[in-house]
């Protein structure tokens, strides 16, 4: 699975470029966090938002191109980064997610870097945000 991800700064956030499979692996981690015990508090100190506002960002992944704010960029960040910490085991990881733990960290860190690089390329955002 390619980790790169492609984005493009806009006054409000990013465009994401993804492919069918982060798109795939996106929605598990997703739905994982879904499931989760728990109410409002967890989810929030899981993803940074209520499980509602978690589900309006998943809807908004099998777009083509979809364009996310900042705080949705954080709850894909989140969730692709905690939920192999949540399912420590690989096989776990795989049979429940379709993907290996090492492509959720590594997409995860394509995320973070995709920002960064769309940031340094002039994007709109401003050194604040």
Do not use: C, W
């Amino acid at each position: 699975m390619r980790e790169a991800i492609f984005a493009t700064a806009t006054s409000d956030g990013f465009l994401l470029r993804l492919t069918e499979a982060q798109k795939d692996l996106i929605r598990e981690v997703l739905l994982f966090q879904a499931d989760r015990p728990g109410g409002y508090r967890t989810s929030v100190v899981r993803l940074g938002v209520d499980r509602e506002s978690a589900s309006q960002v998943m809807r908004k992944v099998s777009d083509s191109n979809p364009e996310f704010s900042l705080h949705e960029i954080h709850v894909l960040f989140a969730a692709l980064s905690s939920t192999p910490i949540m399912i420590p085991s690989e096989e776990a990881f795989y049979e429940r997610i379709g993907f290996f733990r090492e492509n959720s960290f590594a997409l995860a860190a394509g995320l973070l870097n995709a920002a960064e690089a769309a940031s340094d390329k002039g994007g709109n955002l401003s050194a604040n945000d």
